[in-house]
């Protein structure tokens, strides 16, 4: 289930634009807006190290409760959050205002559960095409991941959104039809079944005895 974690101090930010937001790192924050709930977005800062810390304990899948620097509190979630694509660092996070029982969309991670068949017994291999899971529940009864059972696929066998069991009070917000994870032969099997037969009985020259042949001939 999903926890409230313990209150992020949030800043409201005066000022706004790229040098701002640059100042504001600068100083060891985070620049952020928080929005939702119908009321305007406000610009705002959070500690980068206190942020941080929260993302590496399950962070986007939280529900937050946050103090802002008025004295006025609020739960939220962490919708977006932008990094630099060299140092990684975040550089920019978006809060949505939420109540702990509105009904809110998430991208859960999955975690996938044992070893399909085709691969502990015929060799293949497992092929993740889609590793998070769009669903739709209370804020406060998200999970912070989804797990799925796979030991049960075998060889050219895949298991599809429809088919994963979800938590109680969660509903499944994507195509069921959705491929998630396939087991396929390892390209070695794959391969060899393609390799041409040749018949019995049947002689295939190599390329030196054609090479001889076709000297032979020309003598």
């Known amino acids: 289930m999903a926890t409230t974690n313990s ?16 100042a504001v790192r600068k100083a060891g924050s985070v620049p952020g807006t928080l929005y939702g709930h119908g009321k305007a977005p406000l610009s705002i800062e959070v500690d980068a190290r206190a942020f941080d810390e929260l ?11 946050i103090a802002l620097d008025d004295g006025a509190k609020d739960t939220a979630l962490i919708r977006d959050v932008q990094r630099d694509p060299i140092s990684r660092r975040v550089i920019h996070a978006d809060l949505q205002r939420v109540s702990a029982t509105e009904e809110i969309s998430a991208s859960l991670p999955m975690v996938f559960v044992g070893t399909p068949d085709g691969v502990r017994n015929f060799g293949g291999v497992m092929d993740v095409i889609v590793r ?7 804020a406060n009864a998200l999970p912070e991941s989804i797990e799925v059972v796979v030991d049960q696929l075998g060889i050219h066998e895949h298991l599809s959104a429809g088919e994963v069991t979800l938590p109680e009070g969660i509903a499944l917000d994507m195509d069921p039809g959705t491929v998630l994870v396939s087991v396929e032969p390892s390209r070695t099997e794959s391969e060899a079944e393609v390799a041409p037969v040749v018949a019995e009985g049947v002689e295939v020259p190599t390329v030196a005895e054609s090479e001889s042949g076709s000297e032979t001939e020309t003598a």
Do not use: C, S, Y
């Open 132 to 138: 998070t899971l769009d669903v739709i529940g209370p």
């Open 7 to 22: 209150a992020l101090v949030v800043k409201t930010r005066a000022k706004t634009g790229t040098t701002a937001a640059i």
């Open 55 to 65: 993302l590496h304990r399950g962070g986007k899948n939280q529900l937050l409760e």
